[in-house]
């Protein structure tokens, strides 16, 4: 299995299985990256109410690419930063994943 890097630190990220899908967790930065449908598929579940993908790391000196620098971890393009909510969050435009830094995910779920 291939891990994804960061596109904040530039770790390797780690699969989380939560239900039937898997995201990619950063436990360096908290950093969290959702392939295309599973924000969806993450709001349809009670992940905040389980304690689930709470931030449990805060080491902002591990990132080394800032906002507007970030490349999609699946396909290597610049991602694009996107309001959503009041929540700034980086998208690849050509795959549609998502990458959340810490709290962005439960700031979007409130």
Known sequence: MKHL????????????EIGTITIDECRFCDGLWLDRDEPEQLAKMDILGQ????????DDSRKVKRDGERV???????LREYRHHDVTVDI?????????????LQELFK
């Open 5 to 16: 890097l960061c596109p904040a630190c530039q770790e390797k990220m780690r699969p989380v």
């Open 51 to 58: 304690h689930l993908l709470q931030p449990m790391t805060f």
């Open 72 to 78: 999609c971890p699946r396909c290597v393009d610049q």
């Open 92 to 104: 690849c435009p050509k795959c549609r994943g998502m990458f959340l830094d810490r709290w962005e």
